[in-house]
C-alpha cells in the first residue's frame, strides 16, 4: 500500500513563500501523475496543479498559475509544490495526490486519484 506524506505547511505572511513536499513510499513513483488539491473549511476539495509521469508536464487552476510551480524528484520519490505570492484566499489544507492509472498526464478531476497524503495546513495571513 502506497503512502503520502506531505510536509512544509505553515503560516506565512501575505506574499511570502512556501514550499510543499510529498514523499511517497514504493517503487513506482516514477509511473505515476501526482497533482495536489487544497481544500479551505466549508468548501469542496479544489485541484491546484499536476504534473505528467510521461514528460514531468505541468499543469494549473487559473487562481495559482504564475505564482505556484509544481515539480518532482523521481529518485526522491517526492513531489513539491513551491508556492510564491501567497494571498490569504490560498489559506487551505493541501492534499497530494496519486492518479490511479500508470503513464498518464495530470486531471484536474479528483476522481482521478485514488491514493491521498493526510494534507498539510497552508495559512497566509494578511
Known amino acids: 500500500q502506497v503512502q503520502l506524506v506531505e510536509s512544509g505547511g505553515g503560516l506565512v505572511q501575505a506574499g511570502g513563500s512556501l514550499r510543499l513536499s510529498c514523499g511517497a513510499s514504493?517503487?513506482?513513483?516514477?509511473?505515476?501523475?501526482m497533482g495536489w488539491f487544497r481544500q479551505a473549511p466549508g468548501k469542496e476539495r479544489n485541484f491546484v496543479a499536476g504534473?505528467?509521469?510521461?514528460?514531468?508536464?505541468?499543469m494549473y487552476a487559473d487562481s495559482v498559475k504564475g505564482r505556484f510551480t509544481i515539480s518532482r524528484d523521481n529518485a526522491k520519490n517526492t513531489v513539491y509544490l513551491q508556492m510564491n505570492s501567497l494571498k490569504p484566499e490560498d489559506t487551505a489544507v493541501y492534499y497530494c495526490?496519486?492518479?490511479?492509472?500508470?503513464?498518464?498526464?495530470?486531471?484536474?478531476?479528483?476522481?482521478?486519484?485514488?491514493?491521498w497524503g493526510q494534507g498539510t495546513q497552508v495559512t497566509v495571513s494578511s
Open positions: 495526490a496519486r492518479r490511479a492509472h500508470t503513464y498518464t498526464y495530470p486531471s484536474d478531476h479528483r476522481r482521478d486519484y485514488d491514493t
Open positions: 514504493g517503487r513506482t513513483f516514477s509511473i505515476y501523475a
Open positions: 504534473i505528467s509521469s510521461i514528460d514531468s508536464s505541468t
